[in-house]
């Protein structure tokens, strides 16, 4: 068990930077490679580019909670939990079929 995330490809983990605009303001998220491929895949689904799907989330949240104090762990919370639902989501299908 430990082998399978001792032996992660460092590159997952990378940390990457990125400029997004958020409420008409230029800004830079930093998240491991690993969650932005997550944000593509959650963007795309939404039909949405990444930028434009961050953004938008970034308003719904001021509107609904105000302001976020760490919008980065926001971010990697919702791929997490994207994952896992998608994982139960696939379990149910497999388990009906």
């Avoid at 039909?47 to 949240?61: A, D, I, K, Q, Y």
């Avoid at 919008?71 to 990697?76: A, D, E, V």
């Amino acid at each position: 068990m430990c082998h399978l995330f001792a032996s992660q490809c460092p590159d997952s983990y990378a940390f990457e930077t990125r400029s997004i605009r958020l409420n008409g303001q230029s800004t830079s998220l930093r998240l491991e490679k690993v969650f932005w491929a997550i944000l593509e895949e959650i963007a795309a689904n939404e039909g949405m580019s990444v930028p434009r799907f961050v953004s938008t989330l970034h308003r719904e949240v001021l509107l609904l909670r105000g302001e976020v104090p760490n919008f980065t762990s926001h971010l990697r919370c919702i791929c997490v939990i994207a994952r896992t639902s998608a994982q139960r989501v696939g379990r149910a299908r497999a388990e009906a079929a």
